[in-house]
């Protein structure tokens, strides 16, 4: 029996005006969820990411997600 490779994704993470943890997958269209606590932003973050998988199955491959960069104007 082989073992599934897993997958690694980065999650870009946010605060809100109103102070929740906003964490989103660009890897992964519409993979997003939100949070009071970075803990559970986490938690539940990976449960969206299993969610969207389950989805993407059998989709053609998306676009790979490179960096984000900060740029000042």
Known sequence: MRKARKRVFSVIVER????YYVA????????HTQARSLDKLMERVRE???LCLEVER???AGNEFIGVQRIAV
């Open 16 to 19: 809100d005006d109103a102070g």
């Open 48 to 50: 969206a990411i299993e």
């Open 58 to 60: 059998g989709l053609p």
């Open 24 to 31: 989103s997958v660009p890897e992964l269209r519409g993979c």
